[in-house]
């Protein structure tokens, strides 16, 4: 248990659906960050926030919405998806000058 | 710009055995530096980190990695593998002038037999 908890951890959605993906950080980090875990790809970083401020948005396509309303929660609003988005997404967060990162257990996303 | 490369896929070592998962980096500056393992449906889990100082950093579960500046690797090494070390591991890399964007590698499987 790393302190970072997602839900769903699974999640079947059709290209018309519009879904979300919650990240809550129980560390006192005020950074949080979404990343896509593809199979046999790199980690892709999606974005990140830092004191509930977006700082990085990696070319992400404009289906994926993130939202940070507070430090502790982070949000991934997911419309009118393609099957390539099928991956895991894991959120991740970390404290001020401590470089390191605690990552969730990610939700498994399939697009069908 | 910055770049991570893992060499292997897959290393394979047999159990008591002393393992090594090698990765190399580019960075502009002073190089942040972590190691990650991930096991099965589970998210990413820090291992270790080098920021400044000593270039021999110890970490989690009796893991160490060694920082050479000049062959601009960070390799994860472990005296005696366990089975239970076997898992997917990821070098990643962050720019220390600032930012938060890290890189990660491809990731290592590294499967250990007992």
């Known amino acids: 248990e790393t302190g970072v908890t997602q839900t769903p951890r699974h999640l079947v959605m059709g290209m018309t659906n519009k879904k979300s993906l919650k990240c809550e950080q129980h560390?006192?980090?005020?950074?949080m960050y979404w990343y896509k875990q593809s199979a046999k790809k790199p980690l892709e970083l999606m974005f990140v926030?830092?004191?509930?401020?977006?700082?990085e948005n990696n070319s992400v396509p404009s289906r994926f919405s993130p939202e940070c309303p507070n430090s502790s929660h982070l949000f991934l609003h997911l419309h009118t998806l393609q099957p390539e988005d099928s991956a895991l997404y894991l959120c991740?967060?970390?404290?001020?000058?401590?470089?390191?990162?605690?990552f969730g257990p990610g939700t498994r996303l399939t697009v069908t | 710009a910055q770049s991570v490369a893992q060499p292997e896929d897959q290393v394979n070592v047999a159990e008591g055995n002393p393992l090594t998962v090698k990765c190399t980096y580019s960075?502009?500056?002073?190089?942040?530096l972590f190691w990650y393992v991930q096991y099965p449906n589970r998210g990413l889990q820090f291992l270790l980190k080098?920021?400044?100082?000593?270039?021999l950093v110890k970490g989690s579960y009796g893991f160490e990695a060694e920082f050479n500046k000049s062959q601009t690797s960070f390799h994860l090494k472990k005296p005696s593998a366990l089975v239970s070390d076997s898992a997917l591991y990821f070098c990643?890399?962050?720019?220390?002038?600032?930012?938060?964007?890290?890189?990660f590698g491809a990731g290592t499987r590294l499967f250990v037999k007992a």
């Open positions: 991740a967060s970390s404290h001020p000058g401590a470089h390191e990162q605690y």
């Open positions: 560390l006192g980090h005020n950074a």
């Open positions: 926030y830092s004191l509930e401020e977006r700082v």
């Open positions: 960075v502009s500056g002073n190089p942040y």
């Open positions: 080098y920021i400044t100082g000593d270039n």
């Open positions: 990643a890399v962050r720019d220390g002038t600032g930012g938060f964007k890290t890189i």
